[in-house]
């Protein structure tokens, strides 16, 4: 069984710091990982995954995120925050072997401060 | 078509109706996901379809709810009975052949049981 960890239901960070949004998961089997992001108002779209090519993970936006397998994590980062960046921010999982589920994280939502 | 649709886009009914919840993925799609995203909370993952097929309908809450999926394409999520616990918005998601490929997400049906 897979679940999704998201620590943090709210971040805050000011415009040009550090993005960083946590994602801890639990999986019996090599897992695929994935990031994805709501914006006020639109639909849920992929920033980026991991599906066991490299461990570091670049996706739109400058985005990255790094898998860790001995830490069991797929924290998410962003050198410089931006004001477009405000959305709220989802962790998932799904089992590499079957991918008969897939299980989302509670979300983080990511405040920029001018 | 150029995303995936679900319709109608807002339901309200009545406690103990049945509702229907279309949704039309990507056309070539064989994958196709069903979530419910309920206030406050993360999505939670109901069932997907490679084709016609359901592997595992585990995900689904209890047995007023059921998804089918004809020719490959449109698939239907059916409420029994609806409860108001079951006011959510409910996600449909496609993607190109499995859970390792992105995901596209439709606007969602946002379903209101009186």
């Known amino acids: 069984a897979q679940s999704v960890t998201q620590l943090g239901s709210h971040v805050s960070v000011s415009e040009g710091a550090l993005v960083l949004l946590r994602c801890n998961y639990s999986s019996s089997v090599p897992p695929y990982l994935f990031w994805y992001v709501q914006y006020p108002n639109q639909g849920l779209q992929l920033l980026l995954k991991?599906?066991?090519?490299?461990?570091l993970v670049k996706g739109i936006n400058g985005f990255e995120a790094e898998f860790k397998k001995s830490e069991t994590s797929f924290h998410l980062t962003k050198p410089s925050a931006h004001m477009s960046d405000a959305a709220e921010y989802f962790c998932a999982v799904s089992d590499s072997r079957t991918g008969n589920q897939f299980y989302f994280g509670t979300g983080t939502s990511l405040t920029v401060i001018p | 078509g150029a995303g995936v649709s679900q319709s109608p886009s807002n339901k309200v009914t009545e406690k103990g109706k049945d509702v229907e919840l279309r949704c039309d993925p990507i056309?070539?799609?064989?994958?196709l996901y069903w979530y419910r995203q309920s206030l406050g909370q993360g999505l939670e993952f109901l069932i997907y379809f490679q084709g016609n097929s359901a592997p595992d309908k585990s995900g689904l809450p209890s047995d007023r709810f059921s998804a089918e999926r004809t020719g490959g394409s449109v698939s239907t999520l059916t409420i029994q009975r609806t409860q108001q616990e079951d006011s959510a918005v409910y996600l449909c998601?496609?993607?190109?052949?499995?859970?390792?490929?992105?995901?596209?997400f439709g606007p969602g049906t946002r379903l209101l049981v009186l």
């Open positions: 991991y599906t066991s090519a490299a461990t």
């Open positions: 998601a496609s993607s190109s052949k499995g859970p390792q490929e992105t995901q596209y």
């Open positions: 056309s070539g799609h064989t994958a």
